[in-house]
T-cell receptor
Framework: NAGVTQTPKFRVLKTGQSMTLLCAQD?????MYWYRQDPGMGLRLIHY???????AKGEVPDGYNVSRLKKQNFLLGLESAAPSQTSVYFC????????????????FGPGTRLTVL | AQSVTQLGSHVSVSEGALVLLRCNYS??????LFWYVQYPNQGLQLLLK??????LVKGINGFEAEFKKSETSFHLTKPSAHMSDAAEYFC??????????FGTGTSLTVIP
């Protein structure tokens, strides 16, 4: 199992450019998440999905869009990149659920380091 | 609402000394709590988790954490620090709707 993979690993954009980050998981997890990590701020949830075809906003959704057309993939899009979006982006997945599944942890990808000039 | 607070953004210990990283949580329901470790330029890796089965939870690499409801705490400890423990540590709580809330992290430095 590859677990959670992210593409690309590094990217440099100019202000106003667009890009899509791809997250893929091979664990058949229902839940997928996108976070950004900035120094001193921990991980902040951007968007998440509770199943194929669903998405929901997290704590910091502005400037980002997501899609979950296939269960194993979760895409994060930046339509018009801004310097404030310079960050490290992490994707995670979880089997989630209730009862015994409620304690299931998240599995993280290796991250994408994005710089917006 | 659920949240976690990590006291101390930077902790330094000598090699062989006790490691204590603090986490306090806020939760309106019985919490599911997690500790993750992040090594430089890597993703987060689960150290241990509390799911109400036992208050003392043992994890990987000799770490353990104790859930104390009366103190709303879930502190991470290791009896003897090793150089390889130098990393960033995150406490997290599972919230409603399968969202997870992370603390701001504690950077652990191990002094030889």
């Amino acid at each position: 199992n590859a677990g959670v993979t992210q593409t690309p690993k590094f990217r440099v954009l100019k202000t106003g450019q667009s890009m899509t980050l791809l997250c893929a998981q091979d664990m058949n997890h229902e839940y997928m998440y996108w976070y950004r990590q900035d120094p001193g701020m921990g991980l902040r949830l951007i968007h998440y999905s509770v199943g194929e075809g669903t998405t929901a906003k997290g704590e910091v959704p502005d400037g980002y869009n997501v899609s979950r057309l296939k269960k194993q993939n979760f895409l994060l899009g930046l339509e018009s990149a801004a310097p404030s979006q310079t960050s490290v982006y992490f994707c995670a997945s979880s089997s989630g659920g209730t009862g015994g599944g409620a304690g299931n942890e998240q599995f993280f990808g290796p991250g994408t380091r994005l710089t917006v000039l | 609402a659920q949240s976690v607070t990590q006291l101390g953004s930077h902790v330094s210990v000598s090699e062989g000394a006790l490691v204590l990283l603090r986490c306090n949580y806020s939760s309106s329901v019985p919490p599911y709590l997690f500790w993750y470790v992040q090594y430089p330029n890597q993703g987060l890796q689960l150290l241990l988790k509390y799911t109400s089965a036992a208050t003392l939870v043992k994890g990987i690499n000799g770490f353990e954490a104790e859930f104390k409801k009366s103190e709303t705490s879930f502190h991470l400890t290791k009896p003897s620090a090793h150089m390889s423990d130098a990393a960033e540590y995150f406490c997290a709580v599972r919230g409603t709707g399968n969202q997870f809330y992370f603390g701001t992290g504690t950077s652990l430095t191990v002094i030889p």
